[in-house]
């Protein structure tokens, strides 16, 4: 059984999209709070959804870890676009920022937007999950997974609740508003810098066959909008 941590704003909705390939009717979707063994449907080989990584531990032994994180400054600029965007009634952080009509950085400064990545982590480290991917490198993450587990389905690199009017891959910041962000998300810098690593040590594995995986990357990054 695989379980796939969706963090908010780290392409977990395209990630979405690529495990439906991976095991059609088998990837159930659990975006609520009930994490009884009973209540994950029969045939279900992955689940995916809002959850601490810890969820499942004891209920379903021998599960894989995996998820996708983002640059912890890129992660917080995004949710609050996608917030101006796209309110939701739900999350007090979207209900304050339009109530008070906050600017990035006070919106930044909500504990509830700060350090997604170890709140959802469940203070593992990234050495307990079979998988990390990188946002910012999301096409090459697929074609590790793939080799990683074997995975010999088509698959392509569908993205996903992006933002339509960001212009380009990183958000364009002050100085100011991106130190302070960091300093902000200082936790969760320290634990993406460990992903990085164990996604480049990864992807180093499979260095006798480099050019086999750089075609393979080509072919992802052509079927991508970025």
Same mark, same amino acid.
């Given at each position: 059984m695989v379980v796939s941590v969706h963090i908010p704003k780290c392409a977990g909705t395209s990630? $979405?999209?690529? /495990? $439906?390939?991976i095991h059609g009717s088998g990837l159930w979707l659990n975006y609520g709070d009930d994490f009884r063994r009973e209540a994950v449907p029969a045939g279900t080989t992955c689940i995916h959804g809002h959850f601490s990584a810890d969820a499942y531990d004891g209920i379903i032994p021998g599960r894989k870890l995996i998820t996708i994180v983002r640059h912890p400054v890129e992660r917080v600029v995004s949710n609050y676009h996608h917030f101006l965007r796209i309110p939701d009634l739900r999350n007090q952080a @979207?209900? =304050?920022l339009h109530a008070e009509n906050l600017t990035l950085l006070q919106f930044a =400064?909500? &504990? @509830?937007v700060r350090n997604e990545i170890v709140r959802y982590s469940g203070e593992k480290a990234p050495a307990d999950f079979a998988w990390i991917g990188l946002a910012e490198r999301y096409p090459e993450s697929l074609v590790l997974l793939r080799k990683k587990f074997g995975i010999s389905a088509p698959m392509t690199a569908i993205r996903d609740n992006v933002n339509p009017d960001r212009k380009n891959p990183c958000y364009d910041l002050q100085s100011h508003?991106?130190? &302070?962000? /960091?300093? /902000?998300n200082a936790a969760d810098m320290v634990w993406y810098a460990k992903a990085c690593s164990h996604f480049d040590a990864l992807r180093l594995s499979f260095v006798s066959q480099p050019n086999e995986l750089e075609r393979t990357i080509a072919r992802f990054m052509s079927q991508v909008a970025l």
């Open positions: 990630f $979405r999209h690529a /495990l $439906r390939q @979207s209900v =304050r =400064r909500m &504990e @509830s508003e991106y130190d &302070e962000i /960091l300093s /902000l």
